[in-house]
């Protein structure tokens, strides 16, 4: 049977550039983690930068995104700085009753040191109208080009701070 632990939850009471849990044991087959994110960027959207072990190289990514219409892209090398995703702003389409992204990161094997460690991204900006631009989403493939076992998780806001009542929760899954 699997077992699900919660190794570190956050919900801020404040405006704050970033989530950082470090320390995470190796004790756990897979990690799991959750967001409900939104930026005080007085924009309709910015974005959050992912690292993993403060990292600030060898990611590469494929990723399906779209509102209007779907899109792919690819980095074909491992030189981006980190992952960058799109989340949403408070301006009057994104209000703080509908306008958190979630954040949904699945990293399986997080402490093997024999592969490059390999793991998917989900976010979706819902706005709170219908209209297209408020509505987007992205699933991505990621890869980051080092065999280290992973023992922090970093999120950033790109260009504000997160708002008050964002979260991240950080879950370490057995027997899955």
Not at 77 to 82: A, D, H, P, R, V
Not at 89 to 104: K, M, P
Not at 109 to 136: K, P, R
Request: contains cysteine; glycine residues 6%.
């Amino acid at each position: 049977m699997a077992t699900v632990e919660v190794i570190s939850h956050t919900k801020l009471g404040s405006a704050q550039k970033s989530f950082t849990v470090s320390s995470i044991p190796a004790t756990y087959d897979h990690l799991y983690i959750v967001g409900s994110l939104q930026s005080d960027r007085a924009s309709t959207v910015d974005s959050c930068n992912i690292k993993l072990n403060a990292s600030a190289s060898g990611y590469a990514n494929q990723s399906l995104y779209g509102a209007t219409t779907i899109s792919a892209a690819h980095t074909s090398s491992q030189s981006q700085t980190e992952h960058r995703f799109l989340i949403c702003a408070n301006n009057s389409g994104y209000d703080s009753g509908a306008g958190f992204s979630s954040l949904e990161v699945w990293i399986p094997n997080y402490a093997d040191t024999n592969f490059e460690q390999n793991y998917l991204v989900e976010i979706a900006v819902q706005g709170n109208t219908t209209t297209a631009w408020e509505w987007y989403q992205s699933q991505d493939a990621c890869m980051w080009d080092t065999s280290a076992a992973i023992h922090t998780f970093y999120v950033e806001a790109d260009v504000g701070d997160f708002n008050t009542n964002s979260c991240l929760t950080v879950y370490g899954i057995n027997g899955v």
